[in-house]
T-cell receptor, first 117, second 116 residues
Framework: DADVTQTPRNRITKTGKRIMLECSQT?????MYWYRQDPGLGLRLIYY???????NKGEISDGYSVSRQAQAKFSLSLESAIPNQTALYFC????????????????FGEGSRLTVL | GQNIDQPTEMTATEGAIVQINCTYQ??????LFWYQQHAGEAPTFLSY????GLEEKGRFSSFLSRSKGYSYLLLKELQMKDSASYLC?????????????????FGSGTQLTVLP
């Protein structure tokens, strides 16, 4: 089983619909992130959370909201989806650097491909 | 803010050596990562540099020069399975209301195609 699990893996929806992408992790990491990936633009940070009570905007947070329901769960919502939110969305986790790897090394989920018509 | 540049595409031949460059401009530099991403899959960690110099890991090596804002990923003895996108990512220290925090910002990626 994957350490970082995203659901759904694929979703097609219509403009104006509310969409939630969910992420859960079994790595025990405090830090969780949502990125979107578009061709030619790389990975861009939407929101991140360093613990359950901490939520921070990334570089492209407009049109998105998040909820950190527990240490292991971090969901991304699109309140009213629009076509330019069509993208591949990745959830990622990281620890504080005390597990032997470099602090900040990201562990990614398998991605959620969202299409907004 | 940050600016990270890497070539969009590269092509090389199986068995050859390829160097993928990455230049960056950032304040509060705190480390540089390289990730590999196969089409339709999640990125996976390849290497990390925080001090100047070369880090070697099997067929892959990564170099960093902080004074020049420059890194490269060197892939030796290329194999067909190395065809993928290679992402350069820079970590810097951002100051938030809750205290300092470090964020990772990605370049657009270099699509490497290995030909037989």
């Amino acid at each position: 089983d994957a350490d970082v699990t995203q659901t759904p893996r694929n979703r097609i929806t219509k403009t104006g619909k509310r969409i939630m992408l969910e992420c859960s992790q079994t790595k025990g990491h405090d830090r969780m992130y949502w990125y979107r990936q578009d061709p030619g633009l790389g990975l861009r940070l939407i929101y991140y959370s360093f613990d359950v009570k901490d939520i921070n905007k990334g570089e492209i947070s407009d049109g998105y909201s998040v909820s950190r329901q527990a240490q292991a769960k971090f969901s991304l919502s699109l309140e009213s989806a629009i076509p330019n939110q069509t993208a591949l969305y990745f959830c990622a986790t990281s620890d504080r650097g005390n597990s032997g790897g470099p602090a900040g090394e990201l562990f990614f989920g398998e991605g959620s491909r969202l299409t907004v018509l | 803010g940050q600016n990270i540049d890497q070539p969009t595409e590269m092509t090389a031949t199986e068995g050859a050596i390829v160097q993928i460059n990455c230049t960056y401009q950032t304040s509060g530099f705190n480390g540089l990562f390289w990730y590999q991403q196969h089409a339709g899959e999640a990125p996976t960690f390849l290497s990390y540099n925080v001090l100047d110099g070369l880090e070697e890991k099997g067929r892959f090596s990564s170099f960093l020069s902080r004074s020049k804002g420059y890194s490269y990923l060197l892939l030796k003895e290329l194999q067909m399975k190395d065809s993928a996108s290679y992402l350069c990512a820079v970590r810097d220290r951002r100051f938030l209301t809750s205290g300092s925090a470090r964020q990772l910002t990605f370049g657009s990626g270099t699509q490497l195609t290995v030909l037989p």
